[in-house]
């Protein structure tokens, strides 16, 4: 069993029921949707071009999936994140939009958002104990992606490359594009799709725990926590 700490809404927000759709899947119930039309491109092809995304279920990441080190609970798990959610207040967030990240499809910040980057920091030290380190076989699949030296310190300390100054929020939206005209596709189809829900600020003010039941199954939503606290941001530095 994995773990992992997910930015996620409730099940009836419009960014999740759209981004579900998107990518063919309620990680709530774990029943398949039918996914949007592209245009110019078959429902079979645009299937295949999410299926990574669609197995982790539509999210961003805030702390990377995660064994349980020895010791801890996924009881002890729970209760660390309804602490959490009570310490802390919901924040505003500049919005998302659609970008291309690398070759890969997603919904980023549309401008910098400090706030969003310190509540992603704050969640990788404070649900750190819970995680085991990484197997040298993890270790090495990650490091096929040519990590720079300080990635590659990240991944060592914290078991996720990608965090503090490297971090980027994102919540994928297809596999890798090598084809840019698949790409310039889906991007219009996105662009048009989530355009009732992008390039607006709003609040951030869940999260949620996602779990993969046995390696390489579908992620499931375990808990959305509600951000109840009073506790900003800037007075967790």
Same mark, same amino acid.
């Given at each position: 069993?994995?773990?992992?700490?997910?930015f996620a809404?409730?099940?009836g927000?419009?960014?999740?029921r759209?981004g579900n759709?998107?990518?063919g899947?309620?990680p709530v119930?774990?029943?398949?949707?039918?996914q949007?039309?592209?245009?110019?491109?078959?429902?079979a092809?645009?299937?295949e @071009?999410?299926?990574s995304p669609?197995?982790?279920?539509?999210?961003?990441t +805030?702390?990377a999936?995660?064994?349980?080190c020895e010791g801890?609970?996924?009881a002890g798990?729970l209760?660390a994140?309804?602490?959490?959610?009570?310490?802390?207040?919901p924040?505003?967030t500049?919005?998302l939009?659609?970008?291309?990240l690398?070759?890969?499809?997603?919904?980023?910040?549309?401008a910098d958002?400090?706030d969003l980057r310190?509540f992603?920091?704050?969640?990788v030290?404070?649900f750190?104990p819970f995680?085991?380190?990484?197997?040298e076989?993890? +270790?090495?699949r990650?490091?096929?992606s040519? @990590?720079t030296?300080?990635q590659?310190?990240y @991944?060592s300390?914290?078991?996720?490359?990608?965090v503090f100054d490297?971090?980027?929020?994102?919540?994928t939206l297809?596999?890798?594009?090598?084809?840019?005209a698949?790409?310039?596709?889906?991007?219009?189809?996105?662009?048009?799709y989530?355009q009732d829900i992008t390039?607006?600020?709003?609040t951030?003010?869940?999260f949620a +725990?996602?779990l993969?039941?046995e390696r390489g199954?579908p992620?499931q939503v375990?808990?959305?926590?509600? +951000?109840?606290?009073?506790k900003?941001?800037?007075e967790?530095?």
């Open positions: 069993m994995r773990y992992a700490i997910y809404a409730d099940a927000d419009p960014l999740m759209l759709a998107w990518l899947r309620d119930t774990g029943a398949d949707l039918p949007p039309p592209v245009q110019g491109m078959t429902a092809r645009f299937e @071009l999410t299926v669609r197995r982790y279920g539509f999210h961003g +805030l702390k999936p995660f064994f349980l801890q609970t996924e798990l209760e994140c309804g602490v959490f959610a009570e310490e802390i207040a924040f505003g500049a919005g939009a659609v970008n291309r690398g070759r890969f499809l997603a919904l980023t910040p549309n958002d400090p310190a992603a920091d704050l969640c030290r404070r750190g995680r085991a380190p990484l197997s076989a993890d +270790l090495k990650r490091r096929q040519a @990590l030296a300080r590659d310190a @991944l300390e914290w078991g996720y490359p990608y490297e971090f980027r929020f994102h919540m297809s596999e890798k594009l090598d084809d840019d698949e790409a310039a596709l889906m991007e219009a189809a996105a662009e048009d989530f390039k607006k600020p709003r951030c003010s869940t +725990l996602y993969e039941p199954a992620f375990h808990t959305v926590f509600k +951000l109840s606290g009073s900003a941001l800037k967790t530095a």
